[in-house]
C-alpha cells in the first residue's frame, strides 16, 4: 500500500469490492488487479488481501468457491447482494471524502 496506512484504511476493502462487481476472482488476481487499475499507486501485498477476502467472506459480502485449476485449487470470490450494498455505502462514504478533501485543497474563492 501506498505511504499513511491509517488515513487508507477501508481502501483496500472499497477497492476488493468494486473490482469483483465487475467477475469473480481468485486471491492473487486480486491484488494484481488493484495494483493495476491504480496504476500502481496502491499494490496491496497478499498479507492485506487474503486476511480481507477471509473477513469479507465471514461478514457475508463474498461468496468464496474452490474450484481445480492447473492442479492446484483456487478459491475464487463473487460478491454477494450484501457486498453491492456495502460497496455502494462505501462509494457514497468515499465521495463524500474526496469532495471535502477537493474543497480544501482548492482552498478559499477569491473575488475578482
Keep these: ?9 477501508g481502501v483496500p476493502e472499497l477497492l476488493v469490492l468494486r473490482l469483483l462487481q465487475d467477475r469473480e476472482m481468485y486471491g492473487y488476481e486480486i491484488v494484481a488487479a488493484v495494483a493495476a487499475a ?6 496491496p501485498k497478499e498479507g492485506v488481501i487474503y486476511p480481507l477476502l477471509h473477513d469479507l467472506e465471514k461478514e457475508g459480502l463474498l461468496r468464496a468457491q474452490r474450484r481445480p485449476a492447473g492442479g492446484r485449487t ?12 456495502r460497496l455502494f455505502d ?3 462514504d468515499w465521495t ?9 485543497l482548492k482552498g478559499p474563492a477569491h473575488a475578482v
Design 1 to 9: 500500500m501506498t505511504a499513511n496506512p491509517s488515513f487508507m484504511s
Design 38 to 43: 491504480t496504476g500502481q499507486v496502491v499494490a
Design 74 to 85: 483456487r478459491v475464487y470470490y463473487t460478491l454477494t447482494s450484501k457486498g453491492v450494498r
Design 90 to 92: 462505501l462509494t457514497d
Design 96 to 104: 463524500r471524502m474526496t469532495r471535502a478533501i477537493q474543497h480544501v
